[in-house]
């Protein structure tokens, strides 16, 4: 299922280093989010745009950045990563009550 | 804001047996409840939900039933599969935008 597409699906990088994870939707969905999941905390909500142009905090934003370039494009930025960051993170899209997920981004910090 | 609270963290029943997961949410506004299975590796997918004008809604071996006055859900499998095996997570959604407060999951395990 390609409606939501992450990028990349695995990433390793260094303490301090600046990094970019990408979704894009095919789906035409205004809204998209972005989520963080860590074993035994479910999905958390970092950041979520209601349309191009809005961007909302969600309930773990500190560290994170993103950016709503277009509406099928929304990109979560950690300036300066840290090993806490070490998580999947998931990008949604949704439309009425559905939210539909990407595959995921597996990102490692060390 | 919104609060949900799932449990068990982890639950093992043996093939053909029942299992039940149950949430807890906060906010008396939240209207929405979907439950979402995530296989080993794999995106979340939404497998039933519920609205806040509902009891209970049931779709073949899953149903899901919902207690306002409580304010808790629950997610009934019957006749477990070895395929339901997976992390299930509840949701609730904020009467007030689209924002889904996830539980913290529950790994099921179907012995075969």
């Known amino acids: 299922d390609a409606d939501v597409t992450q990028t990349p699906r695995n990433r390793i990088t260094k303490t301090g280093k600046r990094i970019m994870l990408e979704c894009s939707q095919t789906?035409?969905?205004?809204?998209m989010y972005w989520y963080r999941q860590d074993p035994g905390l479910g999905l958390r909500l970092i950041y979520y745009?209601?349309?191009?142009?809005?961007?909302n905090k969600g309930e773990i934003s500190d560290g994170y950045s993103v950016s709503r370039q277009a509406q099928a494009k929304f990109s979560l930025s950690l300036e300066s990563a840290i090993p806490n960051q070490t998580a999947l993170y998931f990008c949604?899209?949704?439309?009425?009550?559905?939210?539909?997920f990407g595959s995921g981004t597996r990102l490692t910090v060390v | 804001g919104e609060n949900v609270e799932q449990h068990p963290s982890t639950l093992s029943v043996q093939e053909g047996d029942s299992a039940v997961i149950k949430c807890t949410y906060s906010d008396s506004a939240s209207n929405y409840f979907p439950w979402y299975k995530q296989e080993l590796g794999k995106r979340p997918q939404l497998i039933i939900d519920i609205r806040s004008n509902v009891g209970e809604k049931k779709d073949q071996r899953i149903a899901v039933t919902l207690n306002k006055t409580a304010k808790h859900f629950s997610l009934h499998i019957t006749e477990t599969q070895p395929e339901d095996s997976a992390v299930y997570f509840c949701?609730?959604?904020?009467?007030?935008?689209?924002?889904?407060?996830f539980g913290g999951g529950t790994r099921v395990l179907v012995k075969p």
């Open positions: 745009s209601f349309d191009v142009k809005d961007i």
């Open positions: 789906k035409g969905h205004d809204r």
């Open positions: 949604a899209t949704s439309e009425g009550q559905l939210h539909t």
């Open positions: 949701a609730a959604r904020e009467a007030a935008g689209n924002k889904l407060t």
